[in-house]
């Protein structure tokens, strides 16, 4: 069983940043591709970003590319999503997860066996 916990959210206004950690439980940490996903409320929980197992390969969400980076510290046990930009429909939960099975489908949510219990962003006009 590995446990993630999300922390970094807040309150932030439009064109602010900031940096989502989510720091896993169990070693070794390079067992699992991760990603951050995110949900509106009264929207579908939707694929923000990932990245693999040792951090050599990342993906976006069109909704983000350009104002996010993810990256991953194998020392801490975590993975970081820097936000830039920052915009009010950026506002949601955002949640990590760990794909143990490296899938190629990484924009389905199904395809992680793990999660964290979120974050709240919140993003001011």
């Known amino acids: 069983q590995v446990q993630l916990v999300e922390s970094g959210g807040g309150l932030v206004e439009a064109g602010g940043s900031l940096r989502l950690s989510c720091t896993a439980s169990?070693?070794?940490?390079?067992?699992?591709?991760m990603a951050w996903f995110r949900q509106a409320p009264g929207k579908e929980r939707e694929f923000v970003s990932r990245i693999s197992r040792i951090g050599a390969m990342t993906y976006y969400a069109d909704s983000v590319e350009g104002r996010s980076t993810i990256s991953r510290d194998s020392a801490k046990n975590t993975v970081y999503l820097q936000m830039y930009m920052l915009k009010p429909e950026d506002t949601a939960v955002y949640y990590c997860a760990a794909d143990l099975h490296g899938s190629m489908r990484y924009q389905n949510q199904d395809e992680y066996e793990f999660w964290g219990q979120g974050t709240q962003v919140t993003v001011s006009s």
């Open positions: 169990t070693p070794p940490f390079t067992t699992y591709a």
